[in-house]
């Protein structure tokens, strides 16, 4: 069970500035600052008010170094935001296979999807991001599995136009 966090209304300015920084420090990509925090025990998997975790953010941004730092202090890479997303569906959505690599390699589930079903591959299928559809699929994940409506990464492709993955998904159906 996830703990509560404080109501915003009682927390005073000076703390929520140092959270406003903190975040801003995962977006800009300033891996040094989150660096020192993270030594001094900041806790890796802070989330913000839309549930984006300090690593969601920082790979979101294309900050590789940012997220390396991250995973090294025990950010999960398995932490899903208030919309059902992980850090790896992120990186596929972004076109990012630097971030998407690194986050396999620090244990991220090629195969995890959200409540809506939908899972990294379907992510990279609709925005024909073919390498990360590529590196998807050498690290397992399912070319035929389903979102919650019956969609599979192929299907969502091809509803969005997305030719170079339509090609590359329909060679292994």
Do not use: W
């Amino acid at each position: 069970m996830q703990p509560v966090p404080p109501d915003p209304s009682t927390l005073d300015e000076a703390t929520l500035a140092f959270v406003r920084t903190v975040f801003q420090h995962a977006r800009a990509g300033e891996t040094a600052a989150l660096a020192s925090l993270l030594a001094q025990g900041l806790p890796p998997n802070l989330r913000n008010e839309r549930g984006d975790s300090l690593l969601m953010l920082a790979c979101y941004h294309g900050h590789a170094d940012t997220a390396r730092v991250l995973l090294e202090h025990g950010a999960d890479p398995e932490l899903m935001n208030d919309a059902g997303q992980t850090p790896l569906a992120g990186a596929a959505f972004k076109g990012d296979l630097a971030i998407a690599t690194m986050l396999l390699d620090h244990g991220a589930g090629v195969a995890t999807a959200g409540p809506n079903g939908k899972n990294a591959l379907m992510f990279a299928a609709m925005f024909n991001r073919t390498e990360i559809a590529r590196l998807l699929l050498e690290r397992g994940a399912d070319p035929h599995a389903l979102d919650a409506d019956g969609v599979s990464a192929l299907a969502a492709a091809r509803r969005m136009g997305a030719q170079d993955t339509v090609a590359l998904l329909a060679g292994l159906a």
